[in-house]
C-alpha cells in the first residue's frame, strides 16, 4: 500500500536566482526530489554546497552545479536513482510543481536530470506530494 502525505502549496514568493543567467522554464515544471522522510524537510531541499559535501573534481563547472539542487523529470527516475542509494535507507520521492519563472532550471547530468538554484526554504514551499520509493 502507498502512503500518500499531501502538502500545502507555496505561497508563490521564491528566491529567483537570475544572476545564473541561465533560461528559466517557461511553462512551469514538474520536478521530483529524493528525501529522507516522508514530510519533507529544508535540509531535503539542499544543495551539496549548502551541506558542505566536498566535490568529486573541481572545476568552475562542478562548483556551479553543486550549488544547485538535483531534481529528475519523472517519479520513476527518481526512484531508480534512490533504489542504487541504500545509504539512503527508507527514502521518499517529494514532487514539486514550480510554476513558470519561479527558479532557475537548468537540464544537466544525466537521463531526465536537472538542475535547479534557490532558496531551500523557498523551494520546500514548492512540495505538492510524497511517496516512498
Avoid at 543567467?21 to 549548502?50: F, N, W
Avoid at 529528475?72 to 527518481?78: G, N, T, V, Y
Wanted: proline fraction near 6%; glycine fraction near 10%; include cysteine.
Amino acid at each position: 500500500m502507498i502512503t500518500v502525505v499531501e502538502m500545502p502549496m507555496s505561497t508563490g514568493k521564491t528566491n529567483v536566482a537570475p544572476w545564473l543567467g541561465r533560461t528559466q522554464v517557461k511553462d512551469g515544471i514538474t520536478l521530483y526530489r529524493i528525501c529522507r522522510a516522508a514530510i519533507p524537510t529544508v535540509d531535503d531541499m539542499k544543495s551539496y554546497a549548502e551541506m558542505g559535501i566536498p566535490l568529486r573534481h573541481d572545476s568552475p563547472e562542478a562548483r556551479r552545479l553543486s550549488r544547485g539542487l538535483s531534481l529528475f523529470a519523472s517519479f520513476d527516475r527518481a526512484r531508480h536513482q534512490a533504489l542504487g542509494k541504500p545509504w539512503l535507507g527508507d527514502a521518499f520521492i517529494a514532487e514539486l510543481v514550480f510554476p513558470e519563472g519561479t527558479f532557475a532550471i537548468e537540464k544537466t547530468g544525466g537521463r531526465e536530470h536537472f538542475t535547479l538554484w534557490g532558496d531551500a526554504h523557498d523551494i520546500l514551499g514548492y512540495v505538492v506530494r510524497v511517496e516512498p520509493v
